[in-house]
T-cell receptor, first 110, second 115 residues
């Protein structure tokens, strides 16, 4: 089983739609969780960390479900500019080992 | 602003030559940096972990003699692609970890084209 699994999509949604991505992880002791956004031909950029209690940043909401071992990213009121690949990253401990999802491709359609 | 800076952003080199890519941590010291490669429409693949003052740790299948990593200071790691071939053409990205939550910050990436 992979350390981190993520549906690659693609997700094609109309403007204004709500879309959610999940990312499952295998190590129940994982400590830190992140969502990154990667635009075409660019480096991944931190979108948001995922906190145990869940956290929101504008139209973006991140959730952690430790019982089922997954994190989620919810995007409300999708904009054309949200089109990108969304990558989940899991740090299983406090060290320097990280596991990456394969990325989920999102295209927001006018 | 940028936390990790990478240079050059794009480089074209002839087959058989070597090319060096630099990764710098800005305003912080990074004892560990990471090097990745990403082919078009594929996932990031970790190539190696660069350790300041010691040898890099390479992932399985990555040739250490071809991809030379030097981490001579706490703010600079370099990746040298030696005897480059067209199949080495790819997007190379470095990263460093910062903060209590061990957050990864990526450099801007370097597009290598070997002709």
């Amino acid at each position: 089983r992979k350390e981190v699994e993520q549906d690659p999509g693609p997700f094609n949604v109309p403007e204004g739609a709500t879309v959610a991505f999940n990312c499952t992880y295998s190590n129940s002791a994982s400590q830190s969780f992140f969502w990154y956004r990667q635009d075409c031909r660019k480096e991944p950029k931190l979108l948001m960390s995922v906190y145990s209690s869940g956290n929101e940043d504008g139209r973006f909401t991140a959730q952690l479900n430790r019982a089922s071992q997954y994190i989620s990213l919810l995007i409300r009121d999708s904009k054309l500019s949200d089109s990108a690949t969304y990558l989940c990253v899991v740090n299983p401990n406090t060290g320097n080992q990280f596991y990456f999802g394969t990325g989920t491709s999102l295209t927001v359609i006018p | 602003g940028a936390v990790v800076s990478q240079h050059p952003s794009r480089v074209i080199c002839k087959s058989g030559t070597s090319v060096k890519i630099e990764c710098r941590s800005l305003d912080f010291q990074a004892t560990t940096m990471f090097w990745y490669r990403q082919f078009p429409k594929q996932s990031l693949m970790l190539m190696a972990t660069s350790n300041e003052g010691s040898k890099a740790t390479y992932e399985q299948g990555v040739e250490k003699d071809k991809f030379l990593i030097n981490h001579a200071s706490l703010t600079l790691s370099t990746l040298t692609v030696t005897s480059a071939h067209p199949e080495d053409s790819s997007f190379y990205i470095c990263s460093a970890v910062l903060g209590q939550r061990n957050t990864i910050y990526f450099g801007e990436g370097s597009w290598l084209t070997v002709v």
